[in-house]
Each structure stands twice: as structure tokens, then as C-alpha cells.
């Protein structure tokens, strides 16, 4: 059975999506749900679509006593580019949300991380072996020259895309079926990397439980959620997050009738007993159920699903939390307004009656 819980829609949230520019959430909800439950080690990440690897200092900072600093892991990344020459690496080694400036976690006594990733791109492969050698990391994280989906296959890969390269996403057919990678840049070499559902990939790897599974491929995120329904049903997963885009297969003008909604895919797992939040700027909004909304003006932003109870309480008290300081803002820039137009006209009126300032300032508190 599943634990009810009220559910706490963000009053909000359409104020969130209308001002909302990026997906770059900053809630600090993964170091905040960390104690939450003790965990038996090892403690998995499985990171599909790993691109730059940030979330492997993460993750093992957080789950393990080495504590290798973002800024430290750009470095690898920015001697990598220098090496082979990879101009749009050095522009962009910081990722876009500025990864490498997200500061380490508290110290603790959690142990146990290990860390899976998944990654299509060859260039982008090579660049976190790299990476990965430079720190010493082989003994608890795995790179896999393998994509994810919602079956088991083959998928066609162009060769000659820069290394972790974001812009590049899978194409698809005009019966809505995908085919191989495409970039700005368009290669006629092509390479075959093998796919996995998730499913299949827990099972060859002997992964009964997973702690963290983290979804960034660039429009596809929903075809890798199909392929661990086994996992979801039986609530393997204790934190999903995935990301949700105008591309790939969250679009209609690129998928047709093949195309995933946001709604289905939040029914899917719902029936599992998840709930989900989006991660934006300041705000964790539920996402679930009556707290539906459909995201308008937003391109591109993740979600995150948990169904463990004790989880699932946290991040909504994270997420009312978030909802306070946001409102106190609003008060704050609205008491601000009020003065400056005080200050320029010299007094304010309401209903007719002039007030002073301190009558409206109190009467707005």
C-alpha cells in the first residue's frame, strides 16, 4: 500500500513558469533527502546520458568520503580540450547550469557510492575514461558503451561529434520511430552502439536496488522511463529524475503521433506510487495529480520522482519551504515598489483617502 500524503500544490506555480528563463533548478534536495532513510551499501547512481560526468563528483561526495570538488573535475575537462583541441569543450566545461561551481555537501559518515554511467556518444565516452583515470575512480565507477531506451537493440551513431556536445539528439523517422544521432554538424560515418532498457541493464548488472537513476538524453528521457516500467512497478528506483524538453519525443512536430506528454508519463509512474516535483529556480512544484500543469514557456527543465514515504514528506516540506521564502520575496519587492512610487509622489491614496507611509506599510504586512 501507499502512503497518502496532502498534497501541497504550489500556489505559485504559474508565477514560477511564467518568470522561469532556464531549467536550472537549485534546490539543494539531494544533500536534504540524504539522511533521510539509511542506506545499505552500495548506494547506485545510474546516470544516463552522463555527458561532462559532473554527476560523478557529486554523487560520491555525497555518498562516499572522497570529495573530488566540481571545479577540480573541470579541470580534467578543460586539460582534456587543450589536449585534443576541442574549442566548444572549453567554452562550455562548465555546463549550463554552472555545474562546476556547485559547492561540495556537508561533511558525513555515508559510504558505499557507486556509480553507473550510460553514454552514446564515442567522443563524449572518451572524454570521461579521461576523466575518470585522471582521478583514480575505476574502482567505483563504471563507464558503459551503451545508450538507453525502451528496448534492447542497436542504434546508429554518427561519427566526428565534439565530446559532450548537448546539442546533439536522436532523429526520427517520419513514422515516429528513432533513428540515429544528429548534431549542427551532420557526419555520414556511422558507428553501431548497442541500447539497453533499463530493465535489462539492472538485470545483466545485478542491480536490485537503485538509489538514484538520472535521465539526460536530450528529448529521448521518456522512451528510457518506458524501458524500466519493470523497475518502477515494483518501486526499484528510490529517486528518478529525468528531463523534460520541446525535443526528441516530448515533441510533436518532431515525433507525430508517436510523441510522449508529460501527464502520460507522470500517470505512469503515479500508478507506482511515485510523486514528482519540477526543479526550477528557487521552487520544487509538485508535479503530480490536482498539482498538475503543463509548463507553459518553459523549454527545458528536469523533474524528480520518489515514492519511499519518508522521502516523498521531506521533499514536500522542501517544497513549501521554497514556496515561503518565494512569497516573502514577493512581499518584499512589493513593499519596495509601494515606496519608490511614495517617494516619488510624496504620498499614496486608497479608497479616495490619502495614507501616510507607515499606514500602508502596515497595512500590507
Known sequence: PFAKFAMHCAADAQRVFAREKNGCGDVKWAEAVADVLPRRPPVTLVNVGANKGYRVPEFLALWSRTRISNLQWQEHL?????????????????????????PLPASHSRKGARVHLLELLPATRALLRSTIAAEKLGGVVTLHEL??????????????????????????????????????????NLERVRASSLDDFFAAERLRRVYHVAID???????????????????????????????????????????????????????????CWW???????????????ERPGVVWSNMLCAHEPP??????????????????ARRSRR????????????????SGAAHSNMTVVLALM
Request: charged content about 25%; some cysteine; aromatic content about 6%.
Open 147 to 188: 545508450a538507453a531506451s525502451n528496448g534492447s537493440g542497436q542504434l546508429a551513431v554518427p561519427q566526428g561529434l565534439s565530446a559532450s556536445d548537448e546539442r546533439a539528439s536522436a532523429t526520427i523517422h517520419a513514422d515516429g520511430r528513432p533513428d540515429a544521432l544528429h548534431a549542427v554538424s551532420r557526419e555520414r
Open 335 to 350: 513593499l519596495r515598489n509601494i515606496a519608490l512610487r511614495l517617494a516619488k509622489n510624496g504620498s499614496w491614496h486608497v
Open 78 to 102: 578543460l586539460s582534456y580540450a587543450r589536449e585534443h583541441e576541442l574549442g566548444f569543450l572549453q567554452k562550455y566545461s562548465c555546463g549550463n547550469c554552472a555545474d562546476c561551481r556547485t
Open 217 to 275: 538524453t536530450e528529448g529521448w528521457d521518456a522512451l528510457v522511463l518506458e524501458g524500466m516500467r519493470g523497475a518502477i512497478a515494483r518501486r526499484r528506483v528510490a529517486l528518478i529524475e529525468f528531463e523534460v524538453s520541446d525535443r526528441g519525443m516530448w515533441s510533436r512536430a518532431s515525433a507525430g503521433a508517436e510523441a510522449r506528454s508529460v501527464r502520460g508519463v507522470l500517470e505512469m509512474v503515479g500508478r507506482a506510487g511515485y510523486s
Open 311 to 328: 522521502l516523498v514528506e521531506r521533499l514536500y516540506n522542501l517544497s513549501d519551504r521554497a514556496y515561503e521564502r518565494r512569497e516573502v
Open 279 to 293: 526543479l526550477l529556480q528557487n521552487s520544487l512544484i509538485p508535479a503530480s495529480g490536482k498539482c498538475f500543469l
